[in-house]
């Protein structure tokens, strides 16, 4: 799929942004948490991927069929899987790091605070990256980049202030 179609990028960055935000989430939930280990940092990121990811299958794959008044073909699981896929490759920078920590290269919390940075820092990219495809110059690309960093910071600063 060298030419997506427009829609087909817009439904694989929404996944993406929305993953980014849920993995965002759980990672300060580990982070401030006082009992957690490797096993279950790695765990709670990729069983969050997996619901996420899961939950929208099942959601595109009912409601496909009622949208389109027919039966599911192949291809319409095929794109459902193509689309969703960003749902789970959320999940292999963190996992990384936290493997990297659990080989002794960082501490635990140091990796789940970069797992952090690197996820606020994708969704400015995102804003940025959006906003040179839609034909800003760079400054109005830089302040969709900003606005998605604070959209960031603000699940950080909510999940941080509930103590989670």
Known sequence: MSEEPASVLSERLKERIYASLTVLAVLIGLVEGRHVDHTGAVLAVAVTALGLWSATLVADLQARPVAHGRRLHRDDVRHVLFTSSPLLSVAVGPIVLISLSAAGVLALRTALWVAIGTEVAALAAWGYLGGRRIGSGPLRAAVTAAL??????????VKLLAGH
């Open 148 to 157: 998605n960093t604070l959209i960031g910071l603000v699940v950080v600063a």
